[in-house]
């Protein structure tokens, strides 16, 4: 004989209580699920290198929807790392225009290259991450990880 998880009611072997209709979680194979995240089908190291694959807002939807620590990790980190970059980045846009307004030659020629190995190690340091939480390894950045282990608690 089966009974009720809440009420106690004899059920027999129904899927729902006769008495106050509580699921039973018998039937349908997604019915045991339905309290997990919505994204518990995806592998961790999966969904580690999706938090990065969008910039900050894929780890944003990851930090809000995912439980798993592994996955909150790189979703922080994520959000951080592009936060970090983005500053640096308006940082040297504004140095660049500071160079042009003030007409300061000797220093105009490293505008472009600055920015564009800014912007190499910026992009190679995004692929490298998403590599490192592919092979489900939780590599911390060097301030930012570190603050981000403190905000989610991992």
Same mark, same amino acid.
């Given at each position: 004989?089966?009974?009720?998880?809440?009420?106690?009611?004899?059920?027999?072997?129904?899927?729902?209580?006769?008495?106050?209709?509580?699921?039973?979680?018998?039937?349908?194979?997604?019915?045991?699920?339905?309290?997990?995240?919505?994204?518990?089908?995806?592998?961790?190291?999966?969904?580690?290198?999706?938090?990065?694959?969008?910039?900050?807002?894929?780890?944003?939807?990851?930090?809000?929807?995912?439980?798993?620590?592994?996955?909150?990790?790189?979703?922080?980190?994520?959000?951080?790392?592009?936060?970090?970059?983005?500053?640096? &980045?308006?940082?040297?846009?504004?140095?660049? &225009?500071?160079?042009?307004?003030?007409?300061?030659?000797?220093?105009?020629?490293?505008?472009?290259?600055?920015?564009?190995?800014?912007?190499?190690?910026?992009?190679?340091? &995004?692929?490298?991450?998403?590599?490192?939480?592919?092979?489900?390894?939780?590599?911390?950045?060097?301030?930012?990880?570190?603050?981000?282990?403190?905000?989610?608690?991992?």
């Amino acid at each position: 004989m089966a009974f009720c998880k809440a009420c106690g009611q004899d059920i027999g072997d129904a899927a729902f209580c006769p008495k106050c209709g509580a699921n039973q979680g018998v039937g349908a194979p997604g019915a045991a699920a339905s309290g997990e995240s919505p994204t518990a089908g995806i592998e961790e190291n999966i969904a580690g290198l999706l938090c990065y694959l969008f910039h900050w807002v894929s780890g944003l939807i990851f930090l809000l929807l995912d439980k798993r620590s592994f996955v909150r990790f790189h979703a922080g980190q994520a959000i951080g790392f592009n936060i970090a970059a983005a500053g640096v &980045w308006v940082a040297l846009a504004m140095f660049g &225009w500071l160079v042009l307004l003030l007409r300061l030659s000797f220093l105009s020629f490293l505008i472009f290259p600055i920015w564009g190995l800014f912007g190499f190690a910026v992009f190679a340091t &995004w692929i490298f991450l998403m590599y490192k939480a592919y092979q489900h390894e939780k590599f911390k950045l060097p301030i930012i990880g570190d603050i981000v282990e403190k905000m989610i608690g991992t």
